[in-house]
């Protein structure tokens, strides 16, 4: 267990608008009893979007992105982060968010690495962007979707500075938890189900809701249960769960706001419809 990380294994669902992404998160913070241990003055906030290709919108959409900062309204900055693969730089694909920057809210790539700390992961010496570390707060960003890879922790993926990563994917589980515990863990999971996505971003059908959490395997559980994953089959959920870093079992999590069984019933009838797809 990551030291100062006080995991809670409840996820909260509630459905979302797209003209009202910021009440509707409010409303999941508040089923979660709130962020006022993040939201302060002191912390600035990391916000680790996912975005493979710039052009593609298999990504956290801007409305609730927007959402997200405007959770924050306490923290002095927000860091919009990404780093650069070989689709282009980190920066050119923040670009997708930039209605958002203001000289709060400010992007942030995380392959500049000129003040940056050595880390070893998966027996390898690497640097990370110091921006990943606490005291910083580190909320994670991404879609729900039917890839066995992985969503919210699959995107720690991106805090990797080397534009080429693919030799990674092998050692995928040991990469993704080493990074994890490096930095100290994530501080809020905000899964955005606006869409029902199939793969890593193939087909979608719109299902308008947020999940979110402080536990993010909990959040990353849940969200592949209602994928139709198996997340005791999930590599990336069962390497967290062996290392105590969070719930991967819906018995050991708190799903709280919309009514579980029932969604689950909905997002089946979502599945159908991709698989036609």
């Not at 909260?12 to 508040?30: F, H, M, P």
């Not at 920057?101 to 400010?106: H, P, R």
Request: hydrophobic fraction near 45%; charge should be negative.
């Amino acid at each position: 267990m990551c030291e100062g990380i006080d995991l809670t294994s409840k996820v909260a669902i509630v459905k979302s608008d797209i003209n009202g992404e910021t009440k509707s998160l409010a409303e999941a913070l508040r089923l979660i009893d709130g962020i006022d241990d993040l939201n302060t003055s002191e912390r600035a906030v990391v916000v680790k979007v996912g975005v493979f290709r710039h052009k593609a919108d298999n990504h956290t959409s801007i409305s609730v992105v927007n959402a997200i900062i405007d959770s924050f309204s306490k923290a002095p900055r927000v860091f919009l982060a990404e780093s650069d693969n070989y689709q282009g730089s980190g920066l050119e694909r923040l670009q997708i968010w930039k209605e958002l920057f203001t000289e709060q809210v400010l992007p942030v790539n995380l392959s500049d690495l000129e003040d940056a700390k050595e880390v070893t992961l998966a027996g390898e010496n690497m640097k990370l962007s110091s921006v990943l570390f606490k005291p910083n707060v580190l909320v994670d960003t991404h879609i729900l979707r039917t890839f066995e890879k992985g969503s919210i922790l699959k995107n720690l993926f991106g805090c990797i500075p080397m534009r080429k990563k693919a030799k990674y994917h092998k050692i995928l589980p040991t990469l993704l938890a080493d990074v994890y515990e490096a930095i100290g863990g994530i501080d809020l999971s905000v899964m955005d189900g606006t869409y029902l996505w199939r793969g890593a971003g193939g087909p979608r059908v719109p299902m308008n809701l947020i999940l979110v959490g402080k536990d993010a395997v909990a959040v990353e559980t849940v969200g592949a249960v209602l994928a139709g994953l198996k997340p005791e089959k999930v590599p990336v959920i069962q390497e967290f769960v062996r290392r105590g870093l969070g719930a991967g079992d819906l018995e050991e999590i708190e799903a709280v706001g919309m009514p579980f069984e029932s969604l689950q019933e909905e997002c089946k009838s979502a599945l159908k419809a991709l698989r036609k797809k």
